[in-house]
């Protein structure tokens, strides 16, 4: 790592019990808080998460016959100014820049889905392109403006990716709820694929793996994976700021991920988990899930 070590608060639990990095797959918590319009708490996750995860058994749901834990090191927190969020985005960018650089790829633990504009930027410039940006999510994040009148927030952080950034292709998986005009806009673009929950509901899961094969074969370049947990069904997923109904169920989430890892390989630079808002979880319901997840994604990548 270069000099942006001020940037990092040091857990005093480590996630799972995983070394500090050193090496492996560096888990990288991102409090970020800074446009929530809703119900607040998703700066406390990467704490909550770290100190419950040494409670669970660290199984994941399908044996590879590898320890997917064994793959992994705890980069600790990132150390953010609160309200500020274009600052916390280039200080995210740099972050994360730095991480890809030296171990390849990076699993992100937030804070709001905000933060994953930070993580895009971060992705083209490690990588000099940015290939594909998949957006797991009950929402599209797309609008112009939301509230009315703030240009940058959680539900418009896609549509700065898609104008900055630029990625080759898009892929929205599991919307239910939005706006007609960002649906019409995401919709128009020239290389975007949708498929709501309903869609997702609808097919098998061969179906589903082809289809996430031939958009990842049709666009070379870094590949990254975005998931807001709110496209979880809120009976599994309480915990979140913006909860919303008919959503996946565990395992069709996990399909989604299996394919875009079996398929994405060495080109997925980035993974990003958001939105679990610990202070909206009553009992901390929806922590089994979450640890479930993180797990799962390090035994696929
Ligand atoms: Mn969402």
Not at 110 to 134: D, K, N, P
Not at 227 to 232: P, T
């Amino acid at each position: 790592m270069s000099n942006n070590i001020d940037f990092y608060v040091v857990p005093q639990y480590t996630l799972f019990g995983v070394p500090k990095c050193g090496r492996g797959i560096p888990i990288l918590g991102i409090p970020m808080e800074d446009t929530v319009s809703f119900r607040p708490g998703t700066r406390f996750a990467p704490s909550v998460i770290r100190t419950w995860s040494q409670y669970f058994e660290f199984t994941p749901t399908e044996d590879l016959g590898i320890d997917p834990l064994e793959k992994a090191c705890d980069l600790g927190d990132l150390s953010l100014m609160q309200g500020m969020a274009d600052k916390n985005l280039e200080r995210i960018n740099l972050v994360v820049k730095d991480a890809i650089n030296t171990w390849g790829r990076v699993v992100n633990i937030g804070g709001e889905h905000t933060l994953s504009l930070g993580v895009a930027r971060a992705v083209r410039e490690s990588q000099g392109s940015y290939g594909i940006y998949i957006h797991v999510d009950a929402h599209l994040d797309s609008r112009e403006e939301w509230p009315l009148g703030q240009s940058l927030s959680h539900a418009t952080f896609v549509r700065h990716i898609i104008n900055q950034v630029r990625p080759q292709s898009l892929v929205f998986l599991g919307f239910r709820s939005y706006d007609k005009e960002e649906i019409n806009f995401v919709r128009g673009l020239e290389n975007s694929t949708l498929l709501s929950t309903r869609d997702i509901r609808s097919m098998d899961y061969h179906e589903l793996r082809l289809l996430i094969r031939g958009v990842i074969d049709s666009y070379p370049g870094p590949i990254h994976l975005s998931i807001d947990v709110d496209v979880l069904d809120p009976s599994i997923m309480p915990g979140v700021g913006n909860p919303e109904g008919f959503g996946l169920n565990y395992g069709e989430l996990l399909r989604i991920i299996k394919a875009v890892l079996d398929y994405g390989g060495s080109r997925v630079k980035a993974v990003d988990l958001v939105e679990y808002s610990p202070p909206n979880d009553p009992g901390l319901m929806s922590l089994p899930t979450i640890i479930k997840l993180i797990l799962d994604v390090l035994n696929y990548l």
